[in-house]
């Protein structure tokens, strides 16, 4: 390490409040001190996210100090000195002591803290940011990440469309320049304690069930749900907040019900990670429930089960979307609502959403990747969806995805098709022989450096491939577009009489791989072909598959 480098390691040493990882730190050999301060860590996709371990690009106390104060500068440099700040935590590693030091920092610079003591679900702290015109609002939490992660996760207030939605650009990139300029040796730790509860944070959960049944109203239903929150936060809320719908039935997995940092019964803990929801289906299919539905660990995002020609599975994302697209549009008064609806989706999800849309006579459009885009596509947002298991049922209540207010919304559908004598397969079947059979899904290709994801993106770039699964494709490469849908991304498309292919491929904004994001269209053939049709969508799908692999190989 040069001189210069040497002095930063060992004023970022001596500026760590946390003996451990202080001691973490020293006990490094120079080389692993050397990757320790490469680099630091850098708002993606939804915020900062990384392991808990010392040093810049980590998850510790002083990161979290040193970034509450480049916020707190941003928020004083905007005019906002004095403002109310929300600041919540999930139950990670961490999670805790790094909420104390942000709301101690926050107070220190003059802003009135609405803080929650105890772990909160994300959508929460969004909810509340909202409802007090809050400047701002910091959540800990890495979601659904690996367990030896955490994150910081930063809300901002601003007009209807923005209020309570995580920060966009240019803002991230100016608060990562006040952290780069702020010496670590300046910064004031804040007063060791607990993070002290505003009895206004207590209220908003409450104003949050308030408006789940305001939303969605309460009913006397039979309906058996299977619930897991994945060792995360949102089990009790999840059950207050049915229990207020009418649905009251529930039945959880116990192994999985208490928040546990550790994450002990699954690998990895995302619903949509194979495997993650067996003790779900496997629960469901023993209580012979209606519905199973997965929460990811700081409840934001929502998967939901059912039995799918015989069988119980979890559904994709994008099938999710397409239910809760058609409930949202649904509930439109034209006598009552003011214009035209909107609904929204990402550029990497099911192309299904439109045609719902455009049937409903209903607005559709794309945004790039992300909450912070979807909660933006526009004025009279009423749903937006990633296939990423996100879903956005109130945009007016919660300007981010919201993993329990779509359960709610899951169920009362479910009930609705359940007192019908249907289910929700049966509502997906009906969208499908109306619209096509659509299909998606996705290959990942996890690379050793990055410019093994440059490489991969270039040759798509410069040697696309002629025709995917016999259809001709043509290319859409969104880096070169100008307008708000300019990316990292490469799209191929191809029509045919009988079905259509698509291929969205982009970096990962939250690891080292590219993802291939796939979907087959089987034209509608009406009820009476839809069992061949879904068997041909499937696949093509799965031919789709074998030829992503192919694009992605390097060698």
């Known amino acids: 390490m040069t001189s210069n480098h040497t002095t930063a390691v060992e004023a970022w040493i001596a500026a760590d409040p946390d003996p451990v990882t202080r001691d973490e730190l020293t006990g490094l050999d120079p ?101 007090f015109d809050a400047v701002a609002g910091v959540m800990i939490t890495a979601s659904h990440n690996p367990p030896a992660d955490n994150g910081y996760k930063v809300y901002l207030g601003g007009g209807p469309m923005d209020a309570g939605a995580q920060i966009i650009p240019p803002v991230d990139a100016e608060i990562e320049e006040r952290i780069a300029r702020i010496a670590v040796d300046s910064l004031v730790v804040p007063a060791a304690g ?134 949202a549009l649904s509930q439109h008064d034209s006598s ?38 979807l909660v933006r596509a526009g004025e009279g947002l009423r749903y937006a969806y990633e296939e990423a298991i996100g879903h956005c049922v109130d945009p007016d209540a919660v300007r981010d995805k919201d993993g329990i207010s779509a359960a709610v919304a899951l169920a009362v559908l479910a009930h609705e098709q359940r007192s019908a004598g249907q289910d929700l397969a049966a509502a997906l079947d009906e969208l499908f022989a109306r619209h096509g059979v ?15 994801i440059t490489a991969i993106m270039t040759r798509l770039r410069n040697r696309p491939p002629a025709t995917l699964c016999g259809v001709a494709v043509a290319r859409c490469d969104f880096a070169t577009r100008t307008d708000h849908l300019r990316t990292d991304a490469v799209e191929f498309t191809g029509h045919s009489p009988g079905h259509d292919v698509r291929v969205i491929v982009r970096p990962s904004g939250t690891e080292p791989k590219v993802k291939f994001y796939l979907e087959v269209v089987v034209a509608a053939g009406g009820p009476e072909r839809l069992d061949e049709d879904k068997r041909r969508a499937d696949t093509l799908l799965d031919d789709l598959r074998a030829a992503a692999r192919e694009l992605g190989d390097l060698r």
Request: hydrophobic residues 45%.
């Open 31 to 131: 080389t692993a001190l050397a990757q320790r301060f490469a680099d630091r860590l850098h708002f993606g996709t939804a915020g900062l996210r990384g392991p808990v371990r010392g040093g810049p690009d980590g998850m510790n106390r002083l990161v979290v100090i040193h970034t509450t104060t480049a916020l707190a500068d941003w928020l004083i440099d905007a005019g906002h000195a004095g403002g109310s700040v929300v600041v919540g935590h999930d139950a990670r590693h961490g999670s805790h002591p790094f909420a104390a030091d942000a709301a101690g920092v926050l107070r220190d610079r003059g802003f009135d803290v609405i803080a929650f003591a105890t772990p909160v679900p994300t959508p929460v702290v969004a909810f509340t940011t909202r409802r």
């Open 194 to 327: 607990a993070a002290v509860s505003d009895p206004r944070a207590v209220d908003a959960v409450e104003a949050y069930l308030s408006r789940l049944l305001e939303r969605h109203g309460s009913r006397s239903s039979t309906l058996r749900v299977a619930l897991t929150p994945m060792h995360g936060v949102g089990g009790d809320l999840a059950l207050r907040a049915l229990a207020a719908a009418g649905v009251t039935d529930v039945v959880v997995v116990d192994e999985q019900f208490t928040p546990d940092p550790d994450f002990p019964t699954v690998a990895f803990p995302n619903p949509e990670e194979p495997g993650a929801a067996d003790l779900l289906l496997e629960l469901a299919a023993r209580t012979d429930a209606d519905i199973a539905i997965a929460l990811d660990p700081d409840a934001d995002r929502c998967a939901v089960g059912a039995v799918v020609d015989g069988a119980w599975r979890m559904l994709t994302g994008d099938e999710t979307g397409a239910l809760l697209s058609t409930t």
């Open 336 to 373: 009552t609502d003011a214009g035209i609806p909107l609904v929204a989706t990402t550029i990497v999800s099911s192309t299904l959403l439109g045609r719902i849309a455009e049937a409903a006579g209903a607005r559709h459009t794309r945004t790039l990747t992300g909450f912070k885009w």
């Open 438 to 452: 659509h299909r998606t899904g996705q290959v990942s290709v996890r690379t050793d450096t990055a410019d093994d």
